[in-house]
């Protein structure tokens, strides 16, 4: 499964480093370009802050969140035996990577870039503007909602399922009377 992860993140993350460049590249900043009329749009912005530029003045948080974050999940490859579980880690850190790169390496400099977004889909807005994004924040969003997927299913990051309730009791009360 370490495999698994590495290999999602490595494509996530090459993909929106590869897209964000042709963008920074071909598109003038601030600029629309209809792609499937008002459904899909690209519109290049810098982003400052977090998703939809919350807390602009806040960069170096997100830029020390995001390195402890890839750190958690490298971590924790020594324990991944689930294939679920290593494709949201994967597409975690890919996007992590994707948006921490730019945070390190873009404008107006370490450790303070600027995040670059091209993503438009105003027919999603969600009560601030339209959502402008990129494809980093698309594997973070994906991976979350998968994560909450395998929560409720109850599988462990090993791979078991995740006993609860009165069977975990009852597992838990042989094991202790069987080491005695």
Known sequence: MPLLLIGVAAAVFAADQLVKNWVVAHLVEGQTVPVLG?????????????????????????????????????????????????????????????NLTDRLTREPGFPQGHVIDFISTPWMWLGFNEAIYNIADIAIVSGMVLFVIISLLGVNIDGSPRIRGRAAADQTSEETDGAA
């Open 38 to 98: 008002e459904f899909l749009r690209w519109h290049f912005v810098r982003n400052p802050g977090a998703a939809f530029s919350f807390a602009t003045g806040s960069t170096w948080i997100f830029t020390i969140l995001a390195a402890i974050v890839v750190v958690v999940i490298l971590w924790q490859i020594r324990r991944l035996r689930s294939i679920p579980w290593g494709l949201f880690l994967g597409l975690l850190l890919g996007g992590v990577l994707g």
